[in-house]
């Protein structure tokens, strides 16, 4: 699976209606919620972890810096 970065997100955000709202998936996945904030955060990444309806990654103080939006 391929990962965006920021600069991606950029892009594609210029290419849409800024009035449109902000969703992020909720706890289990199957429905959104709103976008309440944008955070630096650090992120110990485990790709190797198959992807499932549960978070593979966790935040971290050992971490990488990541956007948590």
Avoid at 10 to 29: C, H, M, N
Wanted: charged share 25%; proline share 4%; hydrophobic share 40%.
């Amino acid at each position: 699976m391929r990962h965006m970065i920021v600069a991606e997100l950029i892009e594609q955000l210029k290419q849409v209606d800024p009035a449109l709202r902000v969703v992020t998936p909720g706890f289990d996945e199957s429905d959104l919620d709103d976008i309440g904030s944008i955070a630096l955060i650090k992120v110990a990444f485990h790709d190797e972890i198959p992807q499932s309806h549960c978070g593979r990654h966790v935040e971290s103080e050992n971490g990488c810096l990541a956007i948590r939006i």
